[in-house]
């Protein structure tokens, strides 16, 4: 992970940024692929850690073998 850094984004705005969900950048911060912080207000993510880390994939998300169109096969 990157050095961290002073500025710091809304989930929302993390989310924007890397193209996905706040729920898939939830899960990047519980397995420190991103610097983060809660506060009153939520979670924000450390900016700096933002330009370090890939866009997340569909891959990163979809249980190898699932087609991801989750017809109710009940793997997730």
């Not at 706040?22 to 900016?47: C, F, I, P, S, Y």
Request: hydrophobic letters at 35%; one cysteine or more; proline letters at 5%.
């Amino acid at each position: 992970m990157c050095a961290p850094g002073t500025v710091f984004v809304p989930i929302a705005e993390a989310a924007n940024l890397l193209a996905t969900t706040e729920t898939r950048v939830l899960m990047m911060l519980k397995k420190n692929e991103l610097a983060g912080k809660q506060e009153d207000d939520g979670w924000h993510v450390d900016r700096s850690s933002l330009q370090c880390c890939d866009k997340p994939q569909a891959s990163d998300i979809v249980k190898p073998g699932c087609g991801g169109g989750c017809g109710g096969c009940g793997g997730h």
